[in-house]
C-alpha cells in the first residue's frame, strides 16, 4: 500500500495543465465561455463571501432583536439587511443559524462532504473538507478545537451540527469583551470565518 | 460499507488541517469554476435556454456519487480539488462531450507551455445563466401536501440503509435512537433518486439530536450533543423499528 502514498513530484504541474486542458475543451466544445469561469470566482470575491456573514454577526451583536430572529428566522432575517438579491441563492437557499452562549459552544460540520452556507461564508476553506476534521470533530470537538487553539471547558455543552441535508448553517460566535463601544463596521472586522463554523472565538483585535 | 459513508468518528486519523485557505493552487480555481458553470447549466434547471452544448444533469449528487465511488485510500491520497479534476473530467468523458485522447493531448500542451492562452469564444446568455444560477439557486423544496409522522421532542429510530452509490444518512447515525430537535416547513427532494437508500422525492426533513456518549459509549469526550438533519425517509418509529 506504500506506493499508492506516493506523491509524484510533478502532481501539481500535472494537475494545472489538466485542469487548463479541460476548461479549454469545454470551451472548444461550446459548453462555457473564455469568462465563465472568472466570472465564477468574480462573484464570490465580490458578492457571496465571509464579509456578508461578517455583517450579519455584527449586526446581531448589536441589536437583540435581530439576533433572535435570525436564530428563529434565518433567512428573513438576512433578507431585512439587504445585502443582495443573491443571499438565498446557491448554497443558501435554507441556512439555520445557532447563536453561541455562555454555557453552549456551537461547531459546524458536513462529514459526508463539504456542505457550506455560500453566500454567508463563500466556499468552504480546506480544514472544513479535512477527513481528518470531519472524523474527529463529533467525537473530540475539544481536541479538535485545542489545535485551533481554542479551549473549551468539559462543562460548556458542546453541539455539533452535520449538514446533511437541506440546511446550511453557520454560527452567531459570542460578542467579545472590551468591544462596547465599537461600530457596527468595527465589529465586522472581528468576524472571521472560522468563528461563524465553531472553530475559532471572534477576538477583539 | 463506504468509509466516505462513516468517516464521523473514525479514529487515529492524526492532527486535523488548519489551513484556512480555499485555493492552494491557482488551477483548482479553475475546476471550480467548471464545476459551478456545469451546476448552473444543467438541464433540470428551471433557467432561462442558452447555446451551451451542455445536455445533462450535473448536481452536487453526480459529484458526490463519484466521490463515495472512490477506493477510500485513494480518498484520503487526494485533496479536495484532485478529486473534482479526475470526478468532472471522467464525467466529460463519460458523457461523450470529450475523449480521453484529447484531454490527453491538449494536457501535454500545457504542460510544454503553461502559458499557452485559453481559447476566445463569447456567448453572453451561457455567462448569464451561470449568475442566474449562483444568484437563485436551486431549492429543494416542494410546493407538495406530505404528512409529518413525528414532532419536536419525539423519539426516532434512524434507518440503516444497504450501502449503494450515494447516501445522507452520516454512519455513526444509523440505527440510533434520536429525538427531534426541528420540524421543517414543507417537503423537500433529493437531487436524485436513491431508491435503495430512501430518499428522492418529496418528504418532510427534520433536525435529530443524540448525546455523543450514545454513539460512541466511554469513547468520547463528555458533555457533547450531535444534530444532525435527515430526511423523513430515513426515520422511523420506535414502535416500528
Redesign the interface.
Known sequence: ?AN??EYDSDR??????????????????????????????D?FET??GPFNGAKIVARAWMDPDFKQKLVEDTPAAIEELGLG??M???????MRAVANEPGVHNII?C????CYPWPVL??????Y????????????????LK??GVDVP??????????????RWFVIPERPEGTEGMSEEELAALVT??SMMGVALAKAA | MKLQHHLGGLEAVGPVSTDIRVFVEDWETRIFGIHSAMMALSTQLDLPETPSSFRTIWTWADLRKGAEAMNPFEYFKYRYYEKWLGGISGYFIENDYITEEELDALTEEYLADPDKPLPEVNVAPIDERVIQYLTVGDSPKRDVTVSYDFEAGDKVVVADPPSVAHSRVPGFMRGLTCEVEKVYDGAYVYLCDIEEDGIGPAMPCYTVGVSADEIWPNNVEPNVTVFADLYAGYLKSPEYA
Open positions: 500500500m499508492l502514498f501539481e504541474k500535472q494537475s494545472a495543465a489538466r485542469a487548463k486542458a479541460l476548461e479549454a475543451l469545454l470551451i472548444t466544445k461550446g459548453i462555457i465561455t473564455d469568462k465563465t469561469v472568472d466570472q465564477v470566482l462573484f458578492r457571496m438579491d443573491f438565498a441563492g446557491a448554497e443558501g437557499e435554507h460540520i462529514t459526508l462532504c463539504s463563500g466556499l468552504p476553506p480546506y480544514w473538507k479535512d477527513p481528518a476534521f470531519r472524523s474527529r470533530a463529533a467525537r473530540e470537538p475539544r481536541a479538535v489545535e485551533f468539559e462543562e460548556v455543552h458542546v453541539k455539533l451540527w452535520d449538514s446533511s441535508a437541506q440546511i470565518p472560522e
